[in-house]
């Protein structure tokens, strides 16, 4: 079964093309809040509360361990390699202090050398140096994910694409992101690829359909509305549950 999201595009090869996702469902937003003095490190307290709930896929990874890949097209500085493995380590360290579990919710990235190098790891990143590289262009102008699972949801495969240069929504504006929207973008993919879908918000949660960095002037946090959505699937002892 294969499913797809609009915020990505689909992977660069015949192995590699069509999957996403198609995502819905609803869940509380204030679940296994720690108290610890360094919880909030990685995540940060909902502040917006004019929705609650986040959209689920209809997937879900069961493992010990979400192993990811990161490929960089050449020519494209290594912060953007950094940046984007940075984003992984806040998805998994949010999460172990939010849920108490410092042992749980394994997920781990590291730097491929080749496309067929990224497509050993069932999550795969590749950074591209625009989005007319995308495999899903012209449909695809931003960052996004595809997602392969089977017949019971379980995640086979997810691929995240990523690029410094995306299209505007107005389908004419070529954008140069600042590193902050880079960032979000990674960080907003790896929510999609963990499980979770779009807000109905247009903007300003972290799982918006859109980032308007000419309005946001910073990456949006990951938020206690997120990870309690992610505990509604996992519950609280990570991808095995």
């Known amino acids: ?27 509380p937003s204030t679940l296994f809040q720690t108290t610890t003095a360094d919880a909030a490190l990685y995540y940060s307290p909902q502040t917006n509360f004019n929705e609650t709930t986040v959209p689920l896929a209809n997937y879900h ?21 950094v940046w984007t493995k940075l984003q992984v380590q806040a998805w998994r360290q949010a999460l172990r202090e939010y849920t108490g579990d410092q042992n749980g919710w394994t997920i781990t990235a590291r730097y491929s050398r080749s496309v067929s190098d990224a497509q050993s790891c069932p999550l795969q990143f590749y950074i591209l140096k625009s989005y007319t590289e995308f495999p899903g262009y012209p449909e695809q102008t931003g960052s996004y994910t595809s997602v392969e699972y089977d017949g ?27 590193p902050y929207a880079f960032r979000n973008s990674a960080r907003h993919e790896v929510g999609h690829a963990l499980g979770l879908a779009h807000m109905l918000t247009e903007k300003g949660y972290l799982m918006s359909p859109r980032f308007d960095y000419w309005e946001q002037k910073d990456q949006l946090p990951i938020t206690t509305l997120e990870l309690s959505s992610l505990v509604k699937i996992y519950g609280k002892d990570g991808w095995t549950a």
């Open 152 to 178: 019971t949801g379980k995640v086979l495969r997810a691929a995240i694409f990523l690029a410094p240069v995306v299209l505007h929504a107005d389908g004419k504006t070529v954008i140069n992101l600042p």
């Open 61 to 81: 990874w069961k493992t010990n361990t979400i192993q990811g890949c990161i490929y960089k097209e050449p020519g494209i500085p290594n912060s953007y390699y």
């Open 1 to 27: 079964m294969k499913s797809r999201h609009r915020a990505g595009n689909p992977l660069p090869s015949a192995s590699m093309s069509a999957f996403f996702l198609a995502m819905m469902v609803t869940l």
